[in-house]
């Protein structure tokens, strides 16, 4: 049964370094470390020594709170180091690699024979359950919730957002594996594009399929959620990131936990635009050898252009990472009479450049957010780009003003940070308003434990 659901508000951005559909093989590298910064609301308790040997699947850090909710190593080798910031905080924990890679067998499982207890319980004692998220909060989820639903979108329209598509060519049997597997735990909700044809999303089974029809952010879970089952207070649902579906069925098939994804190359400082098939953790700079250009300052952000996170040298790949985006860093730009030029080659969601024009053009675009913090502009430019049944800009200055009672009202535990990522790109206020919004429901969280 499919609903189609077209979406009006939002804004497609169309940027150069867009991956080619064909995938660069690549030999792993050595160093792989997981962050438990991947997984939002996690308080880390690190269960391995440096020294200690593990092998794929076995665990690397648990939730403190909930021990059960483990955290497994995407490879089998040494732990060669546990890095800690500031208050002995856990950054990454460090896995030297073997050549040859052991696994943990967690045994192969039938999963129609399965309830939704046993598939919880095979989530956990592999390491994997903290792949789940939830609204409200946009965290990790804990197995005490409850969820009336689940939901996955397998939509990414998102500027050089990966094709999971793409990604879905020859996994497409862990796919539905763990599409059933979900399904034996709660009502299912799959979501795809109306362009997307892929036979395992248009006829996937024992899930309940939604298209959408609409510009970005169509493909955002949590606006999915909004228009089909609004989340209020004391409600909630299981959000997963459709890799970790293909994760979850490989673990019923196999037995195994194997962490390997395509990621997409992307951006206008990446030579060769491209897939590759690349294990998480896995060292930034060991994915982009060779293939950045050289001769500028760079971003190189984990994740998407609009949601990922600046990363270094040392930076490796998130767990819910589906790109790596390199950009100018544009702070050696100088534009001589740049204000007075009609500014074709930049890209302006309010037509204040000719550009608007040119129709579907590919942008460049650098890090420069080119203007001061400044006082908010109720202007509607948040509702423009927003296509959920709530008032943004008026959500915003509630959180500002820590007003637990108007955002409640105004309907913060349908959001996540990402539903105002285009917000924040046409925001004229130049607010971090993903920022805000990630405080504001840590702050809401805090109250409503």
């Known amino acids: 049964m499919e609903n189609v659901i077209k979406l009006r508000k939002g804004l497609d951005i169309h940027l150069k370094g867009k991956a080619e559909k064909t995938k660069l093989r690549k030999e792993m590298g050595r160093e792989i470390a997981l962050s438990p910064s991947s997984f939002v609301g996690l308080i880390p308790k690190v269960v391995v020594k440096e020294g200690d040997c593990v092998k794929a699947g076995d665990a690397l850090f648990v939730n403190k709170q909930f021990p059960e909710v483990k955290y497994a190593s995407p490879v089998s080798g040494k732990v060669t180091e546990i890095v800690r910031g500031e208050r002995r905080k856990v950054l990454y924990v460090k896995v030297q690699a073997d050549q040859v890679q052991e696994y943990v067998d967690y045994g192969e499982k039938n999963v ?17 359950f903290g792949f789940i998220d939830q609204l409200p909060y946009a965290v990790s989820t804990t197995p005490e919730t409850q969820p009336k639903a689940i939901f996955i979108s397998a939509l990414r329209d998102k500027p050089l957002a990966a094709d999971f598509e793409f990604e879905l060519k020859g996994n497409e049997h862990d796919f539905q594996t763990g599409l059933t597997a979900l399904s034996k735990i709660a009502k299912t909700c799959l979501g795809i594009g109306a362009k997307q044809t892929a036979d395992a999303l248009t006829h996937a089974k024992d899930v309940e399929i939604n298209v959408f029809s609409g510009p970005c952010p169509a493909g955002n879970v949590g606006v999915q959620v909004n228009r089909i089952s609004p989340v209020n207070k004391g409600e909630v649902v299981w959000t997963i ?10 673990l019923f098939n196999t037995g195994n936990v194997n962490l390997l994804r395509t990621v997409a190359i992307v951006g206008s400082e990446v030579r060769k635009p491209i897939y590759m098939d690349v294990m998480i953790g896995e060292k930034i700079s060991h994915i982009l050898e060779g293939n950045v250009n050289t001769g500028k300052k760079l971003r190189v952000i984990n994740g998407n252009v609009l949601t990922g996170n600046p990363v270094d040298g040392e930076g490796h790949l998130g767990a819910h990472s589906s790109e790596i985006t390199v950009i100018p860093e544009g702070d050696s730009a100088n534009e001589l009479f740049g204000w007075i030029l009609p500014r074709t080659h930049l890209f302006s969601a309010s037509r204040s450049y000719f550009s608007w024009l040119l129709g579907k053009k590919e942008y460049t675009l650098d890090a420069r957010i080119k203007g001061g913090e400044r006082h908010m502009i109720m202007s509607g430019e948040y509702d423009s780009v927003l296509p959920m049944d709530i008032y943004g800009e008026y959500l915003i200055k509630a959180i500002i003003a820590n007003d637990i009672d108007r955002m409640e009202a105004l309907g913060i535990y349908e959001i996540s940070p990402e539903d105002f990522a285009l917000a924040e790109f046409v925001d004229s206020s130049k607010l971090e308003l993903q920022k805000i919004v990630r405080e504001g429901l840590d702050m809401l969280r805090k109250e409503n434990a």
Do not use: M, Q, Y
């Not at 990131?241 to 490989?250: E, L, M, Q, T």
């Open 112 to 128: 129609n024979t399965l309830d939704g207890e046993t598939v919880i319980k095979a989530l956990l004692e592999a390491g994997l």
């Open 241 to 250: 990131d459709p890799s970790a579906v293909i994760f979850f069925g490989r």
